[in-house]
């Protein structure tokens, strides 16, 4: 009875501890940066080689698990070693430091004028409590081992050449970075419009008084100097009001930017009537706007426009309105614009004396043959207003009709009438009269030899 009981008892015990045995497991994984321990967020977890879960924004991941046997566990991670370590199957936390990559960065020096490389130049990298410096060799090349995933500063100096600072951000590949050194007596003026910031090239550049040459197509000029003088700097370009100033250059200045302003250039606008005869009293408009109106001699003057395009406009009633763009580049040049006048559509109506429309009449206004009317006795033209206009009507069989026609301004439309009286046929008259004169002449020959006929008959002796 006693052997039983404890034969129970230790199956009870055993059964307890199989129970115990077999209950999961939390493990919490916490991954980080071994430099600056940021938290790596979606680092890929393998548990004895299968991919199992990537961790979270936080960096961490629960890994469950049955307890019963030691784990291998690998992080992965790009821009990072593969993290490899076998952990205790008791292990409830783990932290897991990752080590960046090595990566080779390659940083090369060239002159910037003559594309030589620089070598014996002291290239300095810092980042997160690290420095580390190499000098460039014979092809202007430093390589270093850096690592991934790291903000670079980058610190370079060579004799005589100006210093310069960059940032290289490394991500997670090797880098080739090449810089252009500039000389230590290098200057470069740039010169830019003031107002459309467009470089200029061909800007004369003087330095106290001499001229060191112009600006290229890029409106930049390259000059040495020495630094820390001061110098009196002066622009010159056409169009341009002259600049001067005058300053230290320093070691700090690499490009000198100025901006000139356009010097105004003036322009005068002539305005004629389509005979050539100045138009006073126009309205003339630029950009828009009411500049003026032109004097007794069609002129108007706009002294304040700089070099450049203009849209114009002209108006003054009774003429159409012109505009057209002008081009400023030189000093007070003349831009003439000839305005039309308006006109009204005349219509023409010719008709006889009975007041029948008389098609195929010939119009002549001032002397000018313009046309015929139709088979409505029509004929439309175009008169301009405020202008005497003398129009004549004519077809054979007809008197000619003339009228003096002005169309006054305001009127889109006219019309006119004008009454053609038939003409004798002098052609018939002609004839008949011929024929007359000849039937009278005939008649007077007939007398004449009847006459004749009496005078020659002789009375004899029996007839007396």
């Given at each position: 009875?006693?052997?039983?009981?404890?034969?129970?008892?230790?199956?009870?015990?055993?059964?307890?501890?199989?129970?115990?045995s077999?209950?999961a497991?939390?493990?919490?994984?916490?991954?980080q940066?071994?430099?600056?321990?940021?938290?790596?967020?979606?680092?890929t977890?393998?548990?004895?080689?299968?991919?199992?879960?990537?961790?979270?924004?936080?960096?961490?991941?629960?890994l469950?698990?049955?307890?019963?046997?030691?784990?291998?566990i690998m992080?992965?991670?790009t821009g990072?070693?593969?993290?490899?370590k076998t952990?205790?199957?008791n292990?409830?936390?783990?932290?897991?430091?990752?080590?960046?990559?090595?990566?080779?960065?390659k940083?090369?020096?060239?002159?910037?004028d003559?594309?030589?490389?620089?070598?014996?130049?002291l290239?300095?990298l810092s980042?997160e409590?690290?420095?580390?410096?190499?000098?460039?060799d014979?092809s202007?090349?430093?390589l270093?081992?850096?690592?991934a995933?790291?903000?670079?500063?980058?610190d370079?100096?060579?004799?005589?050449?100006?210093?310069?600072?960059?940032?290289i951000d490394?991500?997670?590949?090797?880098?080739?970075?090449?810089?252009?050194?500039?000389?230590?007596?290098r200057?470069?003026?740039e010169i830019?419009?003031k107002?459309?910031?467009?470089?200029?090239p061909?800007?004369?550049v003087?330095i106290?008084?001499?001229?060191v040459g112009?600006t290229?197509a890029?409106?930049?000029?390259?000059?040495p100097?020495?630094r820390g003088?001061?110098?009196?700097?002066?622009?010159r370009?056409?169009g341009?009001?002259t600049?001067?100033e005058?300053?230290?250059?320093?070691?700090?200045?690499?490009?000198y930017?100025v901006?000139?302003?356009?010097?105004p250039?003036g322009?005068?606008?002539?305005?004629?009537d389509?005979?050539?005869?100045?138009?006073s009293?126009?309205?003339?408009?630029?950009?828009?706007?009411?500049?003026?109106?032109?004097?007794?001699?069609?002129?108007?003057?706009?002294?304040?426009?700089?070099?450049?395009?203009?849209?114009?406009?002209?108006?003054k009633?009774?003429?159409?309105?012109?505009s057209r763009?002008?081009q400023v580049?030189?000093?007070n040049?003349?831009?003439?614009?000839?305005?039309?006048?308006?006109?009204?559509?005349?219509?023409?109506?010719?008709?006889?004396?009975?007041?029948?429309?008389?098609?195929?009449a010939?119009?002549?206004?001032?002397?000018?043959?313009l046309?015929?009317?139709?088979?409505r006795?029509?004929?439309n033209?175009?008169?301009n207003?405020?202008?005497?206009?003398?129009?004549t009507a004519?077809?054979?069989?007809?008197?000619?009709?003339?009228?003096?026609?002005q169309v006054?301004?305001?009127?889109a439309?006219?019309t006119?009438?004008l009454?053609?009286?038939k003409?004798?046929?002098?052609?018939?008259?002609?004839v008949i009269a011929?024929?007359?004169?000849?039937?009278?002449?005939?008649f007077?020959?007939i007398?004449?030899?009847?006459?004749?006929?009496?005078?020659?008959?002789?009375?004899?002796r029996n007839?007396?």
């Open positions: 009875m006693y052997s039983q009981r404890h034969r129970f008892l230790f199956a009870l015990l055993c059964v307890l501890l199989l129970c115990s077999v209950q497991t939390n493990l919490l994984i916490s991954v940066d071994n430099i600056d321990n940021s938290s790596i967020p979606y680092a977890v393998f548990l004895n080689g299968g991919n199992i879960a990537r961790t979270s924004t936080l960096g961490q991941v629960y469950t698990h049955s307890g019963l046997n030691d784990l291998k992080v992965s991670m990072y070693d593969d993290w490899v952990v205790s199957r292990e409830t936390v783990l932290l897991v430091n990752m080590s960046r990559k090595t990566l080779s960065l940083v090369s020096l060239f002159d910037s003559t594309l030589v490389p620089v070598s014996g130049a290239v300095n980042a409590n690290m420095t580390m410096g190499k000098q460039t014979l202007g090349s430093a270093f081992g850096v690592r995933a790291t903000l670079y500063s980058v370079i100096e060579a004799a005589n050449y100006q210093p310069r600072h960059t940032t490394m991500a997670t590949e090797n880098r080739d970075v090449q810089y252009w050194m500039l000389p230590g007596n200057f470069a003026i830019k419009d107002d459309g910031k467009a470089l200029l061909d800007a004369e003087r106290d008084s001499v001229l112009k290229d890029k409106g930049r000029l390259v000059i100097v020495t003088k001061i110098y009196t700097i002066e622009i370009k056409p341009y009001q600049y001067t005058s300053r230290v250059i320093s070691d700090a200045d690499a490009i930017s901006e000139i302003t356009k010097a250039i322009a005068f606008i002539f305005v004629v389509e005979n050539r005869a100045a138009i009293g126009a309205d003339v408009y630029i950009n828009g706007n009411l500049l003026g109106s032109t004097n007794q001699y069609g002129r108007s003057t706009s002294p304040s426009l700089v070099s450049g395009t203009y849209p114009v406009e002209i108006r009633a009774g003429y159409v309105t012109v763009p002008i580049s030189n000093v040049e003349d831009y003439m614009f000839v305005m039309t006048f308006e006109h009204a559509v005349l219509t023409l109506l010719v008709k006889d004396n009975e007041q029948k429309i008389v098609p195929n010939s119009i002549t206004i001032n002397g000018n043959l046309g015929m009317t139709d088979e006795g029509q004929f033209t175009n008169l207003f405020n202008t005497p206009y003398n129009i004519s077809k054979d069989g007809y008197n000619p009709a003339s009228i003096q026609k006054v301004s305001g009127n439309t006219a006119a009438t009454n053609l009286e003409s004798l046929d002098w052609g018939l008259i002609t011929a024929g007359v004169v000849g039937i009278l002449v005939l007077a020959v007398r004449m030899i009847g006459h004749q006929r009496k005078r020659r008959h002789v009375p004899r007839e007396i």
